[in-house]
């Protein structure tokens, strides 16, 4: 018998006592709601992190995003498949010093996370640029995908750090495959770098995330990383769970740690 999304989330929860629901991620072209559309115009800088609109995932909401969702920041837009129109040279500037006027006055403060611009366009010019294959991406609590409808690509764990442990070693429990830490924003992190791991791995490695560009660790809370796996070899993961380690005392005892 298939298991259901409400079992593997149930089954999470319980053995991870995870605080925030397993989060699927997928494409589509018609949405279970309306996209996000923010209305207000505002500046590069000031635009808001897709990261701050997962948070309301984490409640039970459900985020749909799509190709006419302006306002949003402009790299969270790309990694999602949405744009083509990322220019990479501001981006560079923008990781790195900031833009400046012709007499060298700040114009805008970059946000330093690179030295300098030749060294963020070096690392852009090496990422492949996604292209959604479908009109609007959905970040939705797992246990409320109707897989009638939708089929989830990736699932979203946002975990403390003993959480993060146990969901790596159980990702490696049955391969050598290791899980990846991703080197960059929280959104390449949530769906980018994980539908790359889909494309190259058999099985394909998780991807640990939001934890190497502090810039970005503001959205999130200051003990919580993310863990994200493709759909299927989560299911995977939950058929391993009562033979592996998480049945014993010694996984008990840093899974019940305050």
């Known amino acids: 018998m298939m298991v259901s999304n409400r079992e593997v989330k149930d089954k999470f929860t319980t053995v991870f006592r995870l605080k925030n629901p397993p ?8 949405p279970p709601k309306e996209p996000i559309k923010p209305k207000r115009q505002r500046k590069l800088a000031n635009r808001p992190c897709i990261s701050q609109y ?10 749909v995003i799509g190709r006419e969702s302006k306002n949003l920041c402009t790299g969270g837009l790309h990694w999602l498949g949405f ?13 790195s010093v900031g ?33 959604a294959p479908a009109e609007y991406a959905v970040f939705m609590p797992l246990d409320q995908v109707n ?14 750090m003993d959480q993060l442990s146990g969901l790596i070693m159980l990702s490696h429990f049955d391969t050598n495959n290791h ?28 991807v640990v995330g939001c934890l190497t560009e502090c810039v970005t660790r503001r959205f999130v809370r200051k003990d919580e990383a993310t863990f994200t796996v493709g759909y299927e070899r989560l299911v995977e993961m939950y058929d391993n769970i009562d033979e592996s380690f998480l049945q014993t005392d010694l996984w008990k005892i840093v899974r019940d740690r305050t």
Not at 54 to 63: P, Y
């Open 179 to 206: 899980a990846k830490l991703a080197f960059g924003s929280n959104c390449t992190s949530f769906v980018w770098e994980p539908l790359l791991e889909l494309k190259k791995g058999d099985p394909p490695r998780a």
């Open 23 to 30: 989060i699927a991620f997928f494409y589509t072209d018609n």
């Open 83 to 95: 744009t083509d129109n990322f220019f990479k040279m501001p981006s560079s500037q923008f990781h």
């Open 54 to 63: 997962i948070n309301g995932v984490k409640r039970g909401n459900t985020l």
């Open 147 to 160: 897989t009638e409808i939708y089929q989830p690509l990736l699932v979203i764990f946002f975990v403390n």
């Open 99 to 131: 833009f400046l006027d012709k007499n060298g006055n700040v114009v805008m403060e970059g946000e330093k996370t690179v030295k300098t611009p030749e060294i963020s366009l070096a690392l852009l010019e090496k990422l492949t640029d996604p292209e």
